[in-house]
């Protein structure tokens, strides 16, 4: 399949530069934002952001605190792995502290990356311009002083990061669908990639991954080649401990970019962890298709007062936050489900690509409106004029035009992609709902673009 991968900007520095204060400055210099779905939790480590109609993924590797425990080998595990999943990497010092041997370590992995290097001179207004231009011994020619305080060279900053990211190509691998199986450790995802293997036969090729802990295998079932990416298990931040599983996020929010589909693997006797709610946030948020599978399913089974109604009751009033996202049981020792996998991606391809024409779409809307009119808030009744279809976008997304839009209630924009699910499908897959003010131009005028769901 073909779609944009989004870039990864990936921000590294020795402890305490202000590398969380410049990714907060980062996503809150936005032109669009997308909010946190009700229902999800997620940390500061990763987030959206959008500048000069640029979108690219920021990500904060904070976490080195412990320079005299095993920091040279920690600092080499951070760049590595920034060098292999990002685009992208900002390496932050502070201006009015001399440069250290971390600083120049830091700055030597990164430029061995081959990747493009930002040096970042933050905290600028404690020092001089000679402390400023000291930084430049470091060997990183593109370098951007930042005050996160008085908000000095952020916006120059977000300019060099979108001028080095606009060449990133269009993925381009024909009609290959690309498949990751994402969870928390041990959760059975590399069980589940073995047993995909052995159930099916025509296997085309089997290779290492480019990124470490990123296995690939490439099958084909009904005349459709997939790319199966078992990645490395995403743990809760406060249980991470060494440099390389620091990065575990990073390397799986890059499979994330890279899939077109993404399989959550849930642990049967552990369904409810606020950590795969946010993996299941990040994939909607990243636009991806989406399953959620409870492995190890015969473990659970064995014991007399198992109660499978209210496991699938739990998991779906959890993950009510996608419940577009089909829910299916599977075990690896077993086989139970293991093939249907494959039927059920096909299956969250095909809704992926459903186009509605305008007539069905408008026929749809005025119906809705009548039934259940939007309420508004603060005295502002919205009027929904008419919808059309995105068609153009890589997630399925609909433009309504109307006016007093930006007062439509979070309640009423999922009510519309509810009744919008039931008449037309995208089974497997989030909706983008975009409300626009009908006197505004689109693309290039002022619209207020929002998640369904969002508040």
Not at 154 to 183: D, F, M, Q, S
Not at 438 to 451: I, S, T, W
């Amino acid at each position: 399949m073909n779609s944009k991968r989004l870039p990864i900007v990936a921000i590294v520095g020795r402890a305490n530069v202000g590398k969380s204060s410049l990714f907060n400055a980062l996503i809150e210099r936005r032109e669009a934002i997308v909010a946190r779905e009700a229902g999800t939790t997620r940390d500061s480590i990763s987030a959206k952001a959008v500048f000069l109609g640029q979108q690219f993924w920021v990500v904060d590797t904070a976490g080195i605190k412990d320079p005299e425990d095993d920091f040279e080998q920690s600092i080499q595990d951070q760049i590595i792995q920034a060098s292999q999943s990002a685009d992208i990497i900002l390496v932050v010092v502070e201006a009015d502290v001399p440069i250290s041997n971390e600083d120049r370590q830091v700055a030597t992995l990164a430029l061995k990356s081959q990747k493009p290097v930002i040096l970042v001179v933050n905290k600028v207004d404690r020092a001089s311009n000679e402390e400023v231009f000291a930084f430049a011994k470091l060997g990183i020619s593109n370098i951007t002083a930042t005050s996160v305080t008085q908000s000095r060279g952020i916006h120059e900053l977000l300019e060099t990061i979108t001028k080095n990211i606009a060449k990133v190509p269009l993925r381009n691998e024909g009609e290959r669908l690309k498949v990751a199986l994402l969870g928390r450790p041990n959760v059975g995802k590399s069980s589940l990639f073995n047993g995909l293997l052995n159930k099916q036969q025509a296997l085309v090729a089997e290779r290492a991954g480019t990124t470490r802990d990123i296995n690939r295998a490439v099958v084909r079932f009904k005349n459709q080649e997939i790319e199966l990416m078992d990645t490395a298990g995403i743990r809760k931040s406060g249980k991470i401990e060494r440099g390389v599983e620091k990065f575990s996020v990073l390397r799986a929010l890059s499979a994330i970019e890279e899939a077109d589909i993404c399989l959550l693997l849930i642990d049967a006797s552990e369904p409810n962890t606020a950590q795969d709610q946010k993996i299941a946030g990040l994939i909607k948020e990243a636009g991806r298709g989406l399953a959620l599978v409870i492995s190890k399913w015969d473990i659970l089974s064995e014991h007399a007062d198992f109660d499978y109604d209210g496991l699938i009751k739990q998991v779906s009033n959890d993950y009510e936050f996608v419940d577009w996202a089909p829910l299916v049981v599977t075990s690896s020792v077993s086989g139970q489900n293991i093939t249907k996998l494959f039927e059920l991606v096909l299956n969250i391809k095909s809704g992926r690509e459903i186009t509605v024409s305008t007539p069905e779409l408008n026929h749809l809307l005025k119906r809705a409106v009548r039934e259940h009119p939007p309420a508004g808030v603060k005295n502002h009744s919205p009027k929904l004029n008419y919808i059309v279809q995105e068609t153009d976008n890589e997630i399925p997304a609909f433009k309504i035009f109307g006016s007093q839009t930006r007062f439509v209630h979070w309640s009423y924009r999922r009510y519309l992609e509810r009744r919008i699910r039931e008449q037309f499908g995208f089974f497997g897959n989030p909706i983008q709902l975009w409300f626009i003010e009908k006197h505004e131009a689109h693309p290039a005028g002022k619209k207020l673009r929002l998640k369904s769901g969002d508040n």
